[in-house]
């Protein structure tokens, strides 16, 4: 990055105050509380910094990386939103935050998925889910991974996908239903516009790539008063926009990169002055949970006329 360049990102980062656009923020209870959002129109108040479950997918865990210990920090810092998926390491993710839900289940908003497209395919994965989480509910089901591939019409079919989640909501598996990709923005917009999610989980980042996303994408989803859920915040990855980070090319276009990285502080502030509710954001250890924590609390968030600044610099 060019000297000058990186100059106005830092100005960006130090001179970033809280967005008065973001949906549902409310007052911070103390000078270094975890700030909340209620998630959209579910009237429910959720931590605005989520943990990722794809950090819980390793088996068993090493020295500097242990799944367990990273969701319990979390959960002592303030995060109560916990992001896993069966995807995840065919279910390790669930099986690593099973172990902490045991014992603190009341205390989390779960989040998780299914890829499943069926009725019935949908239902033995969720009931799977369940087991491996130890926990007989969860307060979001999201349809995983939306892509061109996908026919929306045939989710609302008696034995399609979406048949499943209303079941499972009316039977309280779930308390409400989501739906999330970063294949493709029209695919998503045409979805929630057929459809009544409660929450969209979608890639929001400042590079062009994720353009369609923030333009096109998140206005529908804020109309519809959808909690909005940003992931890839940081490229996804190792977190390919941030500095002194590897790319990832062989994930694209399910992950970011740019020549011109930015620190991991900008990139979290950018997502946070968008109008979500959350950043679902994986980490490797506890010392990068720790200051991503630090970094949200400190609840200074870039302003339109930064993000667009750090926009056109990454972009």
């Known amino acids: 990055m060019k000297r000058r360049e990186f100059i106005k990102v830092a100005a960006i980062t130090a001179a970033g105050g809280l967005n008065s656009c973001a949906m549902g923020v409310r007052s911070l209870s103390g000078p270094k509380a975890m700030p909340k959002h209620v998630l959209g ?46 995807a995840y390491n065919k279910g390790q993710s669930e099986t690593n935050f099973g172990h902490v839900l045991a014992q603190r289940r009341k205390d989390v908003f779960l989040a998780c998925k299914s890829q499943d497209r069926s009725y019935n395919g949908t239902m033995r994965l969720v009931e799977q889910s369940l087991k491996r989480l130890q926990t007989d509910h969860l307060d979001l089901l999201q349809l995983h991974g939306v892509t061109t591939k996908d026919d929306p019409v045939a989710w609302g079919k008696p034995d399609g996908v979406l048949t499943a989640f209303h079941k499972l909501r009316d039977q309280k598996v779930t308390r409400f239903i989501g739906i999330t990709g970063h294949d493709n923005a029209e695919v998503l917009r045409r979805s929630i516009e057929m459809y009544e999610f409660d929450t969209l989980l979608a890639a929001l980042n400042p590079t062009s790539n994720r353009r369609a996303y923030r333009e096109e994408l998140l206005p529908v989803a804020n109309r519809k008063k959808m909690g909005v859920i940003a992931m ?35 990139l979290i502030r950018y997502a946070l002055g968008l109008p979500v509710s959350v950043a679902v954001i994986g980490v490797d250890s506890i010392d990068e949970l720790k200051a991503n924590v ?18 056109r610099i990454v972009g």
């Open 41 to 86: 129109s579910t009237g429910v108040e959720v931590s605005i910094l989520a943990l990722g479950g794809v950090i819980g997918m390793q088996q068993p865990p090493s020295e500097n990386h242990d799944p367990v210990a990273i969701a319990e920090t979390a959960l002592k810092l303030g995060i109560n939103y916990f992001d896993t998926s069966p």
């Open 294 to 311: 630090a970094i949200v609390k400190e609840g200074t968030f870039m302003t339109a006329t930064e993000r667009q600044e750090l926009e």
């Open 232 to 266: 890839k915040v940081m490229g996804g990855g190792n977190g390919c926009l941030a500095t002194g980070n590897p790319p990832k090319k062989m994930l694209l276009p399910y992950h970011d990169q740019t020549d011109h990285q930015v620190d991991a502080a900008s």
